[in-house]
């Protein structure tokens, strides 16, 4: 598993290597940044993109899987949820990025099954003419069942606002922490 440091807000994305995570039992973090550990339970689910309408709590929709260990992705692609016997410390986080628009705020809000503001963030107005990119991050105590979903909220003037599915810029992820 690698963490990449980057954006203005120091993100923090998982990518995987998948032959690492799967054989080496062990937890060790080498001077290139590639952590390796166990085979906890983890997803990183990404975005194609979508449009989102102003004054609405929408639910984002996450089509491609990056990865996923121990089948914690729902096909629904709404939906990441722990696995039987995962119970524990999870890294969870949802970036998005959203196209600028010069009014309004911007709200991510990732629930637990139907309650609101487990994690969240906000960002105001974006006045300049490049697309905005802010995340949610959050280590949570979840237990086996938990299920978690994203929603993106904004009240700008647009009407609506469309999420960009550049890269791995709007994206779901949650990794048991060893």
Known sequence: MRFFKGLAC???LLALSAEAYAT????TISSNGTVNA???PAVLLVSNGASISSGVYTLLTF???TYDHQNMHISSGTTITIPSGGAGMYFVS???RVQANASGFRLIDVRRGVTAGVVM????????ALDSIFQATKILS???GDNLTCYLYHNSDAGSLSTNAVG???YFQAVKLP
């Open 10 to 12: 120091a993100t923090i």
């Open 168 to 170: 791995l810029l709007t």
């Open 94 to 96: 949802c970036g998005v």
């Open 121 to 128: 963030a906000e960002m105001t107005n974006n006045t300049t």
């Open 24 to 27: 080496d039992p062990t937890v």
């Open 142 to 144: 979840l237990s086996d």
């Open 38 to 40: 166990d085979s906890q």
């Open 63 to 65: 089509e491609t899987v």
